[in-house]
């Protein structure tokens, strides 16, 4: 089947230079023989039109030219179609592209879309809002919170909002509810990872995988904070996946395929880095095989 891509450009994610990689597309679809259109990708994620041209005109595949939160919407609201999605990272992040072995460089992420394959991937829901890869209530949120209320994007920005936010981190009370076996502690923040990181190759869940049916949960109780990121960072970066348990010095790292979580101390949300609002409990599941994502042949 001849392959006709549309590519979807947020104009704002990150700091790249949209018009290169505009420039690109353009180049390698040429050289390729494929035909392309390039849209920009919408505030609302209302992708109507996109679905009519699937639908109409034998789209094969819809690239994202974004971060992990515009991945997020366009997969959302197109996945119904069956159609396999690639991505550009542009993002600040770009967890799902660097936990599915896509390449930060531009060019070696267009020739990945042409050699690589689609592979069907996990997502979740978190009271019925979909994710692709990453949520998280707490510590983690409140950086997404702030990162988003800033005039500037990017990894420096973001570092910069990271470590003003440990600065004046504080726990929040969680109940942790899975299946019949309860959790009640003040943590910093809990991570709802299918992807293994936060992105920008910071691991946070070193045994997630994209396909395997599990959500993996990341607990920071309340500790010393010179503790927490000496200690258990990088715990979180080298440890195992254990049973849920509580310990004064370490995380929580579990494996599940659904859980509920009690937000008494209205911690704030983040759903794959977009800020969102918080809600007093959370009921989260595993999406099994929701989409199809282009990788890496050998992955």
Known sequence: MKRKIIFLLNPIAGTGNKFRIRQLIEKKCAAAGVSFEIHTTHPEGNYSGIRTKIAEEGITDIV??????????????????????????????????????????????????????PVLTDAFTINSNFSCMLSGLGFDAQVAHDFAKQNKRGLITYVRQTIANFLRAKPYPFEVSVGNTPLSADAFFISIANSNQFGNRFTIAPEARLNDGLLDIV??????????????????????????????????YFQTDRLHIGNPGSAPLHIDGDPKPTAPSFDISIIPDAFRLIRPSEK
């Open 219 to 252: 607990f920071m109780p309340k500790m010393n904070k010179t503790y927490m990121l000496l200690a258990v960072l990088w715990q979180i970066r080298r440890g195992k996946v254990n049973e849920l348990h509580y310990t004064k010095k370490g995380i929580i």
């Open 64 to 117: 994202v030219a974004g971060g992990d939160g515009t991945i997020n919407s366009v997969v959302n609201d197109l996945r119904d179609t069956g159609i396999p999605f690639g991505i550009i990272p542009c993002g600040s992040g770009n967890g799902l592209a660097f936990s599915a072995g896509i390449p930060k460089n531009p060019g070696k992420a267009l020739d990945l879309i042409f050699t690589g394959k």
